[in-house]
């Protein structure tokens, strides 16, 4: 493969992911109901309004859940796998193949999204505890919900919050399982962002 054929796919595999990423959060953010007029809300309301928009006059939300943007998740993994597959010169996958691996390449950003959202939190708790700044209180909305859970069972000791810890090992296990499933389903690692 030369230099110009990697080069063409790390960039669209990069402007895909990135637009995968500002889409799940889209998804994530009203799940947990956060703050809608943050202004990294609006940002990612607002690029990913294009394709959402008109998908939600047919398939509208349901039980509080953006089933638009959840949907277009899965289709826009499902394109990644198309492109980098057509891009590597490895053919295109069946139908039912990219209907199995886009949910468990969309599990494995969830996991990673939370993952460095929980680590951002942790960080920034040690630099500017109480912060109000945007994009702290939206990682604080995204992560709570994941976290409150196992603050009941690991309360505060002594000043310090070993919740992270066990969230971190059940993420860390959820990656296991999820890399042995893609393995298992022929899903190649280099086709999923963190996997």
């Not at 959060?25 to 940002?43: G, I």
């Not at 069946?94 to 199995?100: Q, T, Y």
């Not at 959202?117 to 960080?123: K, L, Q, Y």
Request: proline share 8%.
């Amino acid at each position: 493969m030369g230099a110009l054929n990697e080069i063409a796919i790390y960039l669209v595999q990069t402007a895909l992911s990135l637009y995968l990423v500002a889409m799940l959060l889209r998804f994530l953010l009203q799940l947990v109901r956060a703050d809608f007029y943050n202004p990294v809300s609006q940002f990612l309301v607002k690029i990913t309004n294009p394709l959402v928009l008109p998908l939600r006059r047919v398939l509208p939300g349901f039980g509080g859940i953006d089933l638009s943007s959840l949907v277009l998740c899965l289709l826009l993994q499902m394109l990644i796998f198309i492109v980098l597959l057509g891009l590597y010169g490895a053919g295109f996958p069946s139908p039912i193949a990219l209907l199995v691996w886009a949910p468990i390449g969309l599990l494995s950003l969830l996991l990673n999204v939370y993952f460095i959202a929980i680590i951002a939190m942790i960080i920034l708790s040690w630099l500017s505890p109480g912060g109000g700044h945007p994009v702290v209180m939206l990682l604080y909305q995204l992560t709570e919900p994941v976290m409150s859970p196992f603050r009941r069972l690991l309360p505060p000791m002594g000043g310090f919050d070993f919740s992270p810890i066990m969230v971190f090992i059940l993420l860390n296990v959820a990656q296991i399982i999820v890399r042995n499933l893609a393995g298992g389903v022929g899903l190649h690692p280099a086709l999923v962002i963190g996997l």
